[in-house]
């Protein structure tokens, strides 16, 4: 601990170098924590479903597998239930097949279910009132300039009209607001079930996934578990989770999140050891001179050694530290711009270890070489500039 | 005086490459308790060398060095670097002083490896600036000294840990000719007044003229010797 102002100051000669190398190694492990972040919300969605109001059920085989219709009056049965509604996926392209839109047709109570979502109450009258008509969110109105009145043309990607043409045509209605700017439906468009099951032939009596709200929150495990129950050993099997579960079973469907996890702070933390290990053989060798001095008035070899690996260990955990904070802040912030999809935990007892336990790793091994040379320099060779 | 330097037969043999340069020859030399030695010669004739082995920076290709009676030419690095520690100060000719700290922490350093508690390192360092007359400058930078100041406090920094053995090499080197004369004068005063036994490897005659005699070296042996008042 004595010789702590001493690392500190040889940290700290070159301010600006040691400035900019700890922003790298911040962000080094502020992506370290974020991705971590999304690793444990993958692996943890769909453990639990307390504490969630809603809960969505959906094959356990796949999510494009659908669900009997006459689940839903069985649903709406189960002990703890709210109520239920429904939707499939319609999957609209508008214009161009690159622009999709996350297009559900949903059943009558479908934004019953979602307080969250606001729809002027003259709009919702119109859009009850007819078949054809769509409410879409606002951030997808902003976006394409549509105006209320609109004819919108979308393209399913999987169902057919009756006339067997993918393209269908709606009456934009009304607008789908955010109360709270979390909710997902202010990016999506929604359409009346019945036009939906009454135009496609191919949808008649199923359903994409049911939607139900808890009476109780800390009974959603339960509920969850009843639901599942009703068609256990059945050639439709459900499962029941919460929409983050839903949306994190997704993604995992598409692609492997702890490989790309992985395969990136491989990369960032590889990259790390280069740019950190050149700056910190760059400031040992700067200091040959004074190491030589620190070890003329008597500082032993392994005195030396320890000072440069110590300052090489409090860089790396200096900028961890700072990146793993950052990660607490942020997290929460991101969750909610998520509107939902993502629900980054906290930075856990489990990141901080890791995440010390690499910034000490990395420091090690980025300091181990510049410190063995400043271990076995020879004083009088220092001391002469040679 | 008691003697507290002894060399018997030493010699120094650099290998650079394939070659083999002998710096110093069979040096017999004795410095007593108290002396204050001047180091002269031409460059190249082994001075600094002679004053890296007296001071504990390098060991002898042959020969024995004793100082106070504990032979050094045999003690490994680590044994020798606590050597260093507790027995010599040293002064360089460009001061290396530790650019980040302050002067007062650079005189600290070599109180680091006591066990010395950081309240008493601050009092023997403020003493040892005191002492070379630059108490009110102990918060400064290097950079915010002057030449003759920055010695000062390297002379501080050498004497901080009470050594009876100062090893200066072109402690002036570097100064103008008042903050030379500062330096040399304040040399002087830690031999006289303090007891300290001062080794000093130097060009200028009129440095050497401070010492209390002069040894001259030329390719690597000792040539003639000269007693100053």
Redesign the interface.
Same mark, same amino acid.
């Given at each position: 601990m004595k010789y702590l102002h001493l690392i500190w100051a040889a940290l700290f000669r070159r301010k600006t170098r040691t400035i900019l190398t700890l922003v790298s190694i911040t962000a080094a492990f502020l992506l370290f924590g974020l991705l971590d972040a999304v690793r444990v919300s993958f692996e943890q969605a769909g453990q639990s479903v307390n504490g969630a109001e809603r809960l969505q059920t959906q094959s356990r085989l796949s999510f494009i597998q659908t669900l009997p219709s006459a689940l839903e009056s069985r649903i709406a049965a189960v002990d703890g239930v709210k109520d239920v509604a429904y939707a499939n996926w319609f999957g609209g392209a508008y214009q161009d097949p690159h622009n999709q839109i996350f297009t559900f047709a949903v059943s009558p109570n479908y934004l019953d279910v979602y307080p969250e979502v606001e729809v002027d109450p003259a709009q919702r009258k119109a859009w009850d009132a007819t078949q054809n008509g769509i409410l879409a969110g606002e951030a997808l109105i902003k976006k394409y300039g549509w105006k209320i009145g609109d004819k919108i043309p979308l393209q399913s990607q999987i169902f057919p009209n009756k006339e067997g043409s993918k393209n269908w045509n709606f009456d934009l209605l009304g607008v789908m607001k955010s109360k709270d700017g979390k909710a997902f439906q202010s990016q999506m468009i929604i359409l009346h079930w019945k036009n939906f099951d009454e135009t496609t032939p191919y949808n008649r009596g199923q359903v994409g996934w049911y939607i139900s709200r808890v009476k109780d929150v800390n009974d959603a495990d339960r509920v969850a578990k009843a639901i599942d129950a009703l068609s256990a050993n059945s050639d439709h099997e459900t499962k029941t989770m919460t929409e983050q579960a839903v949306m994190a079973n997704w993604i995992k469907q598409s692609v492997n999140i702890s490989l790309i996890v992985t395969s990136i702070m491989g990369a960032v933390f590889f990259t790390l050891l280069l740019l950190t290990g050149n700056t910190m053989m760059q400031a040992v060798r700067e200091r040959t001179s004074e190491l030589a001095v620190l070890k003329t008035i008597g500082f032993s070899n392994t005195s030396v050694l320890g000072m440069v690996l110590a300052e090489s260990v409090l860089l790396l955990l200096l900028g961890g530290i700072i990146g793993l904070a950052l990660v607490s802040v942020l997290s929460p912030a991101i969750s909610q711009g998520s509107g939902g999809v993502l629900n980054l935990p906290r930075v856990g007892g489990t990141t901080w270890v890791l995440g010390v336990a690499l910034a000490l790793a990395i420091g090690l091994v980025i300091g181990g070489l510049p410190a063995l040379r400043a271990m076995r320099l020879n004083i009088v060779d220092a001391l002469a500039g040679r | 005086m008691s003697t507290l330097v002894e060399i018997r037969n030493v010699s120094k043999v650099y290998e650079r490459g394939k070659q083999k340069v002998e710096v110093l020859h069979h040096v017999d030399l004795n410095i007593a308790q108290g002396d204050f030695l001047a180091l002269m010669g031409p460059s190249g004739s082994g001075k600094t060398t002679l004053l890296?082995l007296i001071?504990g920076?390098?060991s002898p290709t042959q020969g024995q060095i004793s100082v106070g009676g504990a032979r050094i030419d045999n003690l490994n690095?680590?044994a020798l670097?606590?050597w260093?520690?507790?027995n010599v100060g *040293?002064i *360089?000719q460009f001061y290396?002083l530790? +650019?980040?700290?302050s002067a007062q922490?650079n005189v600290e350093? +070599?109180l680091?490896?006591t066990k010395l508690g950081?309240a008493q390192r601050r009092k023997n360092a403020a003493i040892a600036l005191q002492l070379v007359g630059l108490a009110d400058r102990a918060g400064h930078k290097p950079t915010e000294l002057s030449g003759g100041q920055q010695q000062r406090v390297a002379i501080a920094?050498a004497i901080v840990s009470d050594p009876t053995l100062l090893v200066c090499d072109e402690p002036t080197g570097d100064l103008d000719r008042q903050s030379a004369e500062d330096v040399l004068g304040l040399l002087q005063t830690l031999n006289r007044q303090h007891g300290k036994t001062i080794v000093m490897v130097t060009h200028d005659p009129k440095a050497a003229e401070y010492a209390s005699h002069t040894l001259h070296l030329d390719k690597g042996a000792l040539v003639e010797q000269a007693a100053h008042v």
């Amino acid at each position: 601990m004595k010789y702590l102002h001493l690392i500190w100051a040889a940290l700290f000669r070159r301010k600006t170098r040691t400035i900019l190398t700890l922003v790298s190694i911040t962000a080094a492990f502020l992506l370290f924590g974020l991705l971590d972040a999304v690793r444990v919300s993958f692996e943890q969605a769909g453990q639990s479903v307390n504490g969630a109001e809603r809960l969505q059920t959906q094959s356990r085989l796949s999510f494009i597998q659908t669900l009997p219709s006459a689940l839903e009056s069985r649903i709406a049965a189960v002990d703890g239930v709210k109520d239920v509604a429904y939707a499939n996926w319609f999957g609209g392209a508008y214009q161009d097949p690159h622009n999709q839109i996350f297009t559900f047709a949903v059943s009558p109570n479908y934004l019953d279910v979602y307080p969250e979502v606001e729809v002027d109450p003259a709009q919702r009258k119109a859009w009850d009132a007819t078949q054809n008509g769509i409410l879409a969110g606002e951030a997808l109105i902003k976006k394409y300039g549509w105006k209320i009145g609109d004819k919108i043309p979308l393209q399913s990607q999987i169902f057919p009209n009756k006339e067997g043409s993918k393209n269908w045509n709606f009456d934009l209605l009304g607008v789908m607001k955010s109360k709270d700017g979390k909710a997902f439906q202010s990016q999506m468009i929604i359409l009346h079930w019945k036009n939906f099951d009454e135009t496609t032939p191919y949808n008649r009596g199923q359903v994409g996934w049911y939607i139900s709200r808890v009476k109780d929150v800390n009974d959603a495990d339960r509920v969850a578990k009843a639901i599942d129950a009703l068609s256990a050993n059945s050639d439709h099997e459900t499962k029941t989770m919460t929409e983050q579960a839903v949306m994190a079973n997704w993604i995992k469907q598409s692609v492997n999140i702890s490989l790309i996890v992985t395969s990136i702070m491989g990369a960032v933390f590889f990259t790390l050891l280069l740019l950190t290990g050149n700056t910190m053989m760059q400031a040992v060798r700067e200091r040959t001179s004074e190491l030589a001095v620190l070890k003329t008035i008597g500082f032993s070899n392994t005195s030396v050694l320890g000072m440069v690996l110590a300052e090489s260990v409090l860089l790396l955990l200096l900028g961890g530290i700072i990146g793993l904070a950052l990660v607490s802040v942020l997290s929460p912030a991101i969750s909610q711009g998520s509107g939902g999809v993502l629900n980054l935990p906290r930075v856990g007892g489990t990141t901080w270890v890791l995440g010390v336990a690499l910034a000490l790793a990395i420091g090690l091994v980025i300091g181990g070489l510049p410190a063995l040379r400043a271990m076995r320099l020879n004083i009088v060779d220092a001391l002469a500039g040679r | 005086m008691s003697t507290l330097v002894e060399i018997r037969n030493v010699s120094k043999v650099y290998e650079r490459g394939k070659q083999k340069v002998e710096v110093l020859h069979h040096v017999d030399l004795n410095i007593a308790q108290g002396d204050f030695l001047a180091l002269m010669g031409p460059s190249g004739s082994g001075k600094t060398t002679l004053l890296n082995l007296i001071g504990g920076l390098d060991s002898p290709t042959q020969g024995q060095i004793s100082v106070g009676g504990a032979r050094i030419d045999n003690l490994n690095q680590g044994a020798l670097a606590k050597w260093r520690a507790s027995n010599v100060g *040293f002064i *360089f000719q460009f001061y290396n002083l530790l +650019p980040m700290l302050s002067a007062q922490k650079n005189v600290e350093l +070599p109180l680091l490896l006591t066990k010395l508690g950081a309240a008493q390192r601050r009092k023997n360092a403020a003493i040892a600036l005191q002492l070379v007359g630059l108490a009110d400058r102990a918060g400064h930078k290097p950079t915010e000294l002057s030449g003759g100041q920055q010695q000062r406090v390297a002379i501080a920094r050498a004497i901080v840990s009470d050594p009876t053995l100062l090893v200066c090499d072109e402690p002036t080197g570097d100064l103008d000719r008042q903050s030379a004369e500062d330096v040399l004068g304040l040399l002087q005063t830690l031999n006289r007044q303090h007891g300290k036994t001062i080794v000093m490897v130097t060009h200028d005659p009129k440095a050497a003229e401070y010492a209390s005699h002069t040894l001259h070296l030329d390719k690597g042996a000792l040539v003639e010797q000269a007693a100053h008042v």
